[in-house]
């Protein structure tokens, strides 16, 4: 049997970032949070996407093997916007950055509207998430024939979705821990959002 940790400490690392994310916003605006945010991410991932696509150019020029990408798939890697028009990844991580980064507006949202500490705001947002992952896995087969375009994009959101709602249950723990919320209310968010999640999943997958 094989035990593959990778998806567990990208799990962790998720659950960690609802932590985290909840005490960079609560120490400063949601202005300085993005812009610092854009530098932490974007010029670090640059350097090392571009050094990792260089390599592959070298071991493709040196093995006379045709190398598969172009300047455009560099930029959409690099842009971290790719998912959004059915670009596939050219690394292993570059889906977790994606993931990240659309959790960051999710919680930006949530501040500015001063709904960081609301109950009933995250309640919600999620049953809507699982909405959205039903009506799209429901939908798929009309919306791929007809309005493909907008399939990929639904598709992006319900795949951001299940990643949301996974990241949430770490600002839960954050409300508990600035004793926001008292255990019995932390403990109901905490099993309201996991189930939510569970059925975000089922919804996606059908």
Known sequence: MNFDLGPYGVAIFFLISGFVISISLQRQSVHQFAVKRFFKIWPAYIA????????????????????????????????????????????????????????????????????????????IVSVVMVIWNFAVIFGQDYLILHHLHFYRFAATVASSNINILFMLLGVYFYRYYTKEWSLKETTVMLIEGYLLLILAVVGWRG
């Open 48 to 123: 090392g996407f571009s050094v990792t696509f260089f390599m592959i150019w070298m071991y493709c020029h040196f093995t006379g093997t045709a190398f598969p990408y172009n300047g455009k798939d560099w930029l959409w890697q690099i842009s971290l916007l790719g998912d959004w028009f059915s670009k596939p990844g050219i690394d292993g991580i570059v889906w977790t950055l994606q993931a990240e980064l659309k959790f960051y507006v999710f919680m930006c949202l949530i501040f500015a509207l001063k709904k960081e500490s609301s109950r009933n705001a995250y309640r």
